[in-house]
């Protein structure tokens, strides 16, 4: 029989969970993230923006910077939990804000998002967040030892790769968090301005289909549903003009690759003089 205040025998005891500490910062983001992705996911249609479009624009106009706030608040938990619709955000932000406002206050909440996911990729997360890349990741790893600023500078320009993967693949290959605020902001600043352009030369074309829409609601079917093509923001000139400013960003990286295939020439020897 034990008595009282003995210890009890090695190894009967709790044991330090040291793998469960380690997970529990993924199970928390996994639950978090899972829960804002089914919130957002069931809740934030087009169709019910267009639906409450005339009380966004009320409350723009009577609230505009906390309207902003809770904009920014939004866009950049989408980026965080790599929700699909940042395009769509982004036109969102010129459409209500106008193309400046609307436009910088989605590259602050585009790179806050990113910062997020590149500082969890550079935990112990990292190699649980980087099984969603799969082969892309070891291409985007690849470029990104080589020439980390300038690569994602590029990718930052022209999105070859899905956003959320180019930040995971950012911090597992350990970039600096400088480097990736300033690719991060200098990148996405021309893509994000002219989509919020493109945003805030919609509104028409929303009137037109909020029109649309009620008049479909109104006859009583039950198909209605808000339409709003990406040929309206993709058009050639904008997929052009970012194309030219991704070839811009790879010009040193191209010069880089050039000077190490290119062997330097040796000195000739001076002839010697009769």
């Given amino acids: 029989m034990q008595h009282a205040g003995a210890l009890p025998p090695s190894g009967s005891g709790p044991r330090p969970a040291g793998g469960l500490r380690r997970l529990l910062p993924f199970l928390l983001f996994a639950a978090f993230a899972g829960g804002t992705a089914l919130l957002i996911g069931r809740n934030a249609t087009p169709t019910l923006f267009l639906a409450h479009y005339d009380s966004l624009r009320l ?3 009577s609230h505009p910077l906390a309207s902003m ?3 920014v608040i939004v866009y950049a938990i989408a980026v965080a939990l790599s929700i699909p619709g940042s395009l769509l955000l982004t036109v969102v932000g010129g459409l209500l804000f106008g193309w400046l406002p609307g436009g910088a206050a989605a590259v602050v909440a585009a790179t806050t998002g990113g910062v997020a ?3 969890l990729a550079r935990t112990t997360l990292g190699r649980y967040m980087s099984e969603r890349g799969g082969p892309r990741l070891h291409a985007l790893l690849k470029g990104l030892r080589d020439d980390a600023l300038n690569y994602l500078l590029f990718l930052r320009i022209v999105p070859v790769f ?3 993967l180019v930040n995971i693949a950012a911090g597992v290959v350990g970039m600096r968090l400088h480097q990736f605020l300033l690719a991060t902001v200098i990148g996405i600043i021309p893509g994000t301005l002219a989509f919020a352009s493109a945003g805030a ?8 289909q ?20 990406l040929s309206n923001v993709l058009t050639p000139g904008v997929l052009g003009a970012l194309a030219a400013l991704g070839l811009m960003a790879l010009v040193p990286v191209a010069m880089k690759r050039w000077r190490m295939l290119v062997p330097a020439k040796s000195p000739v020897p ?3 003089c009769p």
């Fill in 69 to 71: 706030l809770g904009y």
């Fill in 270 to 272: 001076p002839e010697n």
């Fill in 162 to 164: 899905p956003f959320w």
């Fill in 201 to 208: 030369a919609l509104d028409g074309v929303v009137i037109a």
């Fill in 117 to 119: 996911m590149f500082m």
């Fill in 59 to 61: 409350a723009v106009a």
């Fill in 210 to 229: 909020k029109a649309a829409l009620d008049a479909c609601m109104a006859s009583g079917r039950a198909d209605c549903r808000f339409e709003l093509a």
